[in-house]
């Protein structure tokens, strides 16, 4: 079935600090795919989604490529700041299932002043 | 507009209690996903109503769990009797169909089960 990997955490960065956070998938059919963040005592919320091959989904300095041949979906940032610090998660939409989305486990990422 | 709401934001109880969560989903969204967040397994998704049926309840753990959604503003997750496994940040979202990956998070409700 289809499924998400993305890179253990934590990741811990130096404020200014380029991020890089790996994420792979596994789908039968043509995803849309996404990174949602998760703030300490919060819930998740979008931070990009691209819907198609090599499109490039951003939002507050953070990108994403969707990478059909390498099925890769990875997020960067080239300047990470304290207030990034949070969990991101790597999703995909189900093949059969649009409104659902499987989750891959999480990346904590800590950034220090 | 008010996000998805959800109660209680904390919950401690003794094992055996039965326990209710509740949620609220944005006004115009017609489908809802009860989700479960532990450190050991990560975002686990327990199940999905569209149009306030249930669609998939396929992660739900076990008969302890059971989830109703009695109209398009309201759904409940109980839990009886509970257990200390069952201690984790449970999450309520919603979406409207179609609008592919829009997830809205309610900030959760943190279970505790003594």
């Known amino acids: 079935g289809d499924s998400v990997t993305q890179m253990e955490g934590p990741v811990t960065l130096s404020e200014e600090a380029f991020l890089t956070i790996n994420c792979t998938y596994t789908?039968?059919?043509?995803?849309?795919l996404f990174w949602y963040v998760q703030y300490p005592g919060e819930g998740l919320q979008l931070l990009l989604k691209?819907?198609?091959?090599?499109d490039k989904g951003s939002n507050k300095g953070f990108e994403a490529t969707y990478r059909k041949e390498t099925t890769s979906f990875h997020l960067e940032k080239g300047s990470v700041q304290v207030s990034d610090s949070a969990v991101y998660f790597c999703?995909?939409?189900?093949?059969?299932?649009?409104?659902?989305?499987?989750f891959g486990t999480g990346t904590r990422l800590q950034v220090f002043p | 507009d008010a996000g998805v709401i959800q109660s209680p934001r904390h919950e401690v109880t003794e094992m055996g209690q039965e326990v209710t969560l509740r949620c609220k989903p944005i006004?115009?969204?017609?489908?809802l996903f009860w989700y479960r967040q532990t450190m050991m397994r990560g975002l686990e998704l327990l199940i999905y109503?569209?149009?306030?049926?249930?669609?998939?309840d396929s992660g739900m753990p076990e008969d302890r769990f059971s989830a109703k959604m009695p109209n398009a503003s309201f759904s409940t997750l109980k839990i009886q009797p509970s257990e200390p496994r069952d201690s984790a940040v449970y999450f309520c979202?919603?979406?409207?169909?179609?609008?592919?990956?829009?997830?809205?998070f309610g900030e959760g409700s943190r279970l505790t089960v003594l």
């Open positions: 789908a039968t059919g043509y995803p849309s």
């Open positions: 691209a819907t198609k091959a090599d």
């Open positions: 979202a919603s979406t409207r169909s179609g609008d592919t990956g829009e997830l809205f």
């Open positions: 999703a995909l939409s189900g093949s059969y299932n649009t409104d659902k989305l499987i």
């Open positions: 006004s115009g969204h017609n489908s």
């Open positions: 109503f569209n149009n306030n049926v249930p669609i998939d």
